[in-house]
Protein backbone atom coordinates (compact mmCIF):
# COMPACT_ATOMS: atom_id res chain seq x y z
CA UNK A 1 0.00 0.00 0.00
CA UNK A 2 1.62 3.14 -0.69
CA UNK A 3 1.31 6.42 1.49
CA UNK A 4 -0.74 7.99 -1.19
CA UNK A 5 -3.37 5.50 -0.82
CA UNK A 6 -3.38 5.29 3.19
CA UNK A 7 -3.66 9.27 2.74
CA UNK A 8 -6.94 8.57 1.16
CA UNK A 9 -8.61 6.04 3.51
CA UNK A 10 -11.26 5.72 6.50
CA UNK A 11 -12.71 3.22 8.59
CA UNK A 12 -15.43 5.53 9.02
CA UNK A 13 -17.78 3.17 7.42
CA UNK A 14 -17.69 1.18 10.94
CA UNK A 15 -20.57 1.38 13.23
CA UNK A 16 -19.74 3.59 15.62
CA UNK A 17 -16.82 5.57 13.95
CA UNK A 18 -17.49 9.09 13.17
CA UNK A 19 -14.39 10.10 11.53
CA UNK A 20 -12.22 6.78 11.09
CA UNK A 21 -9.44 9.06 9.99
CA UNK A 22 -6.11 9.29 9.63
CA UNK A 23 -5.42 5.13 9.50
CA UNK A 24 -2.73 4.23 12.12
CA UNK A 25 -0.09 2.15 10.40
CA UNK A 26 1.56 -0.93 11.94
CA UNK A 27 3.69 -2.30 9.43
CA UNK A 28 5.80 -5.71 8.86
CA UNK A 29 7.20 -4.99 5.69
CA UNK A 30 8.06 -2.06 3.97
CA UNK A 31 9.50 -1.08 0.86
CA UNK A 32 11.18 1.19 -1.88
CA UNK A 33 10.66 0.80 -5.56
CA UNK A 34 12.19 3.46 -7.45
CA UNK A 35 8.39 5.01 -9.42
CA UNK A 36 9.35 7.39 -12.86
CA UNK A 37 8.77 11.10 -11.88
CA UNK A 38 6.15 12.63 -13.04
CA UNK A 39 6.19 16.32 -11.45
CA UNK A 40 2.87 17.88 -12.81
CA UNK A 41 0.94 14.71 -11.16
CA UNK A 42 2.76 15.52 -8.03
CA UNK A 43 1.32 19.26 -8.31
CA UNK A 44 -2.07 17.80 -9.09
CA UNK A 45 -1.74 15.44 -6.19
CA UNK A 46 -0.72 17.90 -3.47
CA UNK A 47 -3.99 19.88 -2.79
CA UNK A 48 -5.74 16.63 -3.02
CA UNK A 49 -4.59 15.15 0.16
CA UNK A 50 -3.70 15.32 3.54
CA UNK A 51 -0.03 16.81 4.29
CA UNK A 52 0.04 16.80 8.24
CA UNK A 53 -0.86 12.88 7.63
CA UNK A 54 1.22 12.27 4.90
CA UNK A 55 4.73 13.28 7.24
CA UNK A 56 3.28 11.40 10.24
CA UNK A 57 2.99 8.35 8.04
CA UNK A 58 6.46 8.75 6.35
CA UNK A 59 8.50 9.67 9.93
CA UNK A 60 6.40 6.35 11.38
CA UNK A 61 7.60 4.31 8.40
CA UNK A 62 11.50 6.01 8.61
CA UNK A 63 10.79 7.34 5.22
CA UNK A 64 9.98 11.14 6.08
CA UNK A 65 13.26 12.56 4.02
CA UNK A 66 13.94 15.93 3.44
CA UNK A 67 9.83 16.94 3.74
CA UNK A 68 9.05 19.98 5.20
CA UNK A 69 6.43 20.37 8.01
CA UNK A 70 4.66 22.32 5.86
CA UNK A 71 4.11 22.76 2.10
CA UNK A 72 6.26 25.44 0.89
CA UNK A 73 4.84 28.26 -1.53
CA UNK A 74 5.21 27.73 -5.31
CA UNK A 75 5.53 23.90 -5.39
CA UNK A 76 5.69 23.73 -9.06
CA UNK A 77 9.01 25.29 -9.47
CA UNK A 78 10.85 23.47 -6.37
CA UNK A 79 11.68 20.35 -7.89
CA UNK A 80 13.47 18.78 -4.80
CA UNK A 81 10.71 19.10 -2.74
CA UNK A 82 8.27 17.23 -5.75
CA UNK A 83 11.10 14.67 -5.33
CA UNK A 84 10.50 14.43 -1.87
CA UNK A 85 7.09 14.35 -1.85
CA UNK A 86 6.69 11.69 -4.60
CA UNK A 87 9.53 9.70 -3.14
CA UNK A 88 6.60 9.48 -0.07
CA UNK A 89 3.73 9.01 -2.07
CA UNK A 90 4.58 6.57 -4.66
CA UNK A 91 7.64 5.14 -3.59
CA UNK A 92 7.32 3.52 -0.32
CA UNK A 93 4.87 0.72 0.24
CA UNK A 94 3.69 -1.50 3.20
CA UNK A 95 3.80 -4.56 1.98
CA UNK A 96 2.60 -6.40 5.04
CA UNK A 97 1.01 -4.82 7.84
CA UNK A 98 -2.14 -3.60 9.28
CA UNK A 99 -4.32 -0.14 9.31
CA UNK A 100 -5.75 0.53 12.24
CA UNK A 101 -8.68 2.50 13.43
CA UNK A 102 -7.98 5.39 15.37
CA UNK A 103 -11.51 5.39 16.99
CA UNK A 104 -12.65 1.67 17.12
CA UNK A 105 -8.97 0.34 17.03
CA UNK A 106 -10.50 -2.17 14.49
CA UNK A 107 -7.55 -3.88 12.80
CA UNK A 108 -7.37 -3.91 8.42
CA UNK A 109 -4.93 -6.39 7.25
CA UNK A 110 -2.40 -5.31 4.52
CA UNK A 111 -1.24 -8.82 2.66
CA UNK A 112 1.20 -8.45 -0.74
CA UNK A 113 0.80 -4.60 -0.42
CA UNK A 114 -3.07 -4.55 -1.00
CA UNK A 115 -5.73 -3.25 2.12
CA UNK A 116 -8.63 -5.30 2.82
CA UNK A 117 -10.87 -2.92 3.98
CA UNK A 118 -13.69 -5.28 3.71
CA UNK A 119 -15.75 -5.29 6.74
CA UNK A 120 -17.89 -8.07 8.33
CA UNK A 121 -22.09 -8.09 8.23
CA UNK A 122 -22.29 -7.11 12.07
CA UNK A 123 -19.99 -4.27 11.72
CA UNK A 124 -21.81 -2.30 8.65
Known amino acids: MKLLTHNMLSSKNVKGVIVGYPLK ?3 FD ?3 TEVEFNPEFIVKVIPKIDYSVLIRAAEYLGHVGKLPGHVPENVEKNTDFLKE ?3 AL ?3 EVVKGDL ?3 ESG ?3 PI ?3 IPNMLLNEDEV
Open 25 to 27: IEA
Open 30 to 32: VKV
Open 85 to 87: IHH
Open 90 to 92: LEV
Open 100 to 102: ICP
Open 106 to 108: RRF
Open 111 to 113: TDG
